[in-house]
């Protein structure tokens, strides 16, 4: 019988709480042939990565992963043999009590959100003893040798590379969502939170020598991008320009859609976590949206990531790196680092590519997660 497994999502900042565990209760389905159920508290987010699921359905099967609505109240059922609560959301409390109540032990799991800080390794896999006897375990995904691993499916790098290595391809997926790029011009996807520093950079990319074309799919940073434009109504399909740079507006894509944006754009300015580790695959040079935090415990974080990723750069490359990523989370002018880090450019590109193969050489997170749980048996 195959192992069943319960992952629990409370979606909190649009799509990134979703496309985490969308994504990982895929894999483990596809690859590691256990049964998934994904309790979703929001299934209206879960359509626009899922068009074809019905935001009404109390249950239903999309891509061999049973997604449930997450019920107010919460209806008695038997509880999986894992049990994943995605970044700390709160398990019904009738659940937990009918996870202490089962024959059969449950491995109970924290999915941790992702992090480069120092701590991580050391606090991966630790237990905590709850007050009715079960053991919760925390669980993080990360970097380094020590953590839970990315999120990587088997076959994605080498997608990737044969997808960019085949110009046609690039050409037929950006006709299919609309984009015809403008000759000789750097492709920029651009998928962020409000950002003060917005303004400063497409000042730059404007008075460019070189053009960019800049593809901004549907999302927070568009009502900074309507105030820099000046322009009242942008949508979907739109495009402008102004000066060097040619900005168009994308629908929502899917998440394989997505991964493929990000593999033909030559920078990717990406935010929170899912985006953040599929730039990462896609072996191309990106920009990091932190989310913000209270105290400004996101630039520690920011800081924690920027110390490991620029290991093997130079140091003025580095440094360009560095203060290109500072200035656009702390909502200060770009210009000066973004010259700077163009005047670094081979090395950057060639950077990131290594970095991504480094990181492929690591066990990803779904296998990290079922052997966990091999182990644990």
């Known amino acids: ?41 929001d299934l209206g987010a879960f359509v626009r990565l899922c068009p074809q699921a019905n935001p009404e359905a109390a249950q239903q099967l999309q891509q061999g992963v049973e997604i449930r609505q997450w019920p107010a109240p919460w209806q008695p059922l038997e509880p999986a043999d894992v049990v994943i609560e995605a970044f700390a959301c709160q398990l019904p409390e009738a659940y937990v009590a ?77 006709c299919s969502i609309g984009v015809e790029p403008v000759a000789g011009a750097r492709l920029i996807s651009l998928f962020a939170y409000e950002n003060k520093a917005l303004a400063s950079w497409l000042d730059a990319l404007a008075a460019d020598s070189q053009p960019s074309q800049l593809l901004v799919p549907e999302g927070r940073i568009l009502a900074d991008l309507h105030v820099w434009l000046g322009d009242g109504s942008l949508p979907v399909g739109a495009t402008r320009q102004r000066g060097q740079l040619h900005i168009q507006v994308l629908p929502f894509i899917q998440q394989d859609q997505y991964d493929r944006l990000l593999w033909c754009c030559d920078l990717n300015a990406v935010r929170g976590e899912d985006s953040f580790v599929r730039a990462q695959w896609a072996g191309r040079p990106l920009l990091w949206h932190i989310y913000q935090q209270t105290e400004n415990v996101h630039l520690e974080k920011l800081e924690a990531f920027l110390a490991l990723y ?68």
């Not at 919760?136 to 080498?158: H, I, Q, V, Y």
């Not at 990181?359 to 644990?376: E, G, I, K, P």
Request: charged share 20%.
């Open 310 to 377: 620029k290991e093997g750069l130079s140091p003025a490359a580095s440094e360009a790196l560095a203060d290109f990523w500072r200035a656009w989370n702390n909502g200060e002018a770009m210009a000066d680092s973004w010259q700077r880090l163009l005047g670094s450019w081979p090395e950057q590109a060639e950077h990131a590519e290594d970095w991504c193969l480094a990181r492929a050489s690591q066990t990803d997170l779904a296998t990290t997660l079922v052997q966990f749980y091999l182990n644990w048996l």
């Open 1 to 41: 019988m195959r192992p069943t497994w319960d992952i629990f999502c409370s979606v909190v900042d649009n799509y990134g709480d979703i496309g985490v565990t969308w994504r990982l209760a895929r894999q483990l389905v596809a690859e590691h042939k256990v049964a998934v159920r994904l309790w979703v508290d």
């Open 98 to 174: 009918a996870m202490a109540a089962r024959p059969a032990k449950v491995l109970w799991l924290n999915l941790e959100y992702l992090s480069a800080e120092d701590w991580v390794e050391g606090c991966h896999g630790l237990p905590s003893l709850q007050s009715n006897g079960l053991q919760k375990f925390f669980f993080f995904p990360g970097f380094t040798a020590g953590s839970g691993g990315l999120l990587r499916e088997p076959e994605l790098l080498a997608q990737r590379q044969a997808f960019q290595a085949d110009q046609a391809a690039r050409d037929a997926f950006l």
